[in-house]
């Protein structure tokens, strides 16, 4: 016969077992295969808005390697990819832009019109909010420059309203925490009823 303490000490103990099983799942899935990241800012409007909810793939680039600064590489990030990163200016902050350049690449941009080793490229996600004819500088005209190694040149989607490699240089590849993929919610903060506040129409949205 078991007595009624035994039982519920080995009742507590499965718990125990079972929280700490599914904290573990959840801390691996959140280190080294998808996290979820918020938007604040309106840097890759009309890709990404302010109050979208969005998922990374953290293995697509590889996995980087507990306590040391450094990562086993599956893939390097691509042109056209979109990226979350560490800020090179205070690591306590992520952003998201998007990949333009690449290691070793001749980048400049001379009225808007961004030139790779001084060709111009297919820029279909580029939003302009001012005219294309409106052009100042570092914004509209930059470099030209080489991509050092090991770093990307980012921008972001709302090219006249971002703060990106035009201002704060490279972005060092081991800073880049992985891929966006998809919008799993949206939130419209200005919306005073609630039921509009959410975006339904980009819930599941993927991210290109």
Same mark, same amino acid.
């Given at each position: 016969?078991?007595? =009624? ?14 929280? !700490? ?11 080294? !295969? ?18 979208? #909810? ?7 680039? %590889?996995?980087?390697?507990?306590? &040391? ?8 990030? /691509? ?14 902050? @992520? ?8 290691? %070793? ?26 005219? #294309? %004819? @409106?052009?100042?500088? &570092?914004?509209?005209?930059? $470099?030209?420059?080489? &991509? ?7 921008? $972001? ?20 925490? $992985? ?8 939130? /419209?903060?200005?919306?005073? =009823?609630?039921?509009? =506040? ?5 819930? %599941? #949205?993927?991210?290109?």
């Amino acid at each position: 016969m078991v007595k =009624k303490g035994r039982r519920q000490k080995s009742q507590v103990r499965e718990w125990t077992e079972a929280i !700490v099983f599914a904290l573990l799942i959840a801390l691996f899935i959140r280190t080294f !295969v998808v996290q979820a990241f918020k938007i604040p800012s309106s840097s890759m409007v009309p890709t990404l808005e302010v109050g979208d #909810h969005i998922l990374v793939w953290k293995f697509i680039y %590889g996995v980087k390697i507990p306590f &040391v600064d450094k990562k086993f590489v599956a893939r390097s990030p /691509d042109r056209g990819d979109i990226i979350v990163f560490i800020y090179p200016r205070d690591k306590s902050k @992520d952003f998201i832009k998007r990949v333009i350049a690449l290691p %070793g690449e001749k980048i400049q941009i001379i009225g808007k019109n961004i030139l790779i080793n001084d060709k111009p490229i297919d820029d279909p996600w580029g939003y302009y909010a001012k005219t #294309h %004819g @409106d052009t100042g500088p &570092v914004r509209d005209n930059y $470099g030209p420059k080489i &991509v050092p190694p090991d770093s990307l040149f980012v921008m $972001g989607d709302n090219r006249d309203n971002s703060q990106d490699s035009r201002y704060w240089g490279f972005v060092d590849i081991n800073a880049v925490k $992985g891929e966006a993929f998809v919008i799993y919610f949206s939130w /419209d903060r200005t919306s005073r =009823k609630i039921l509009k =506040k959410i975006r339904w129409n980009r819930l %599941g #949205h993927l991210i290109r």
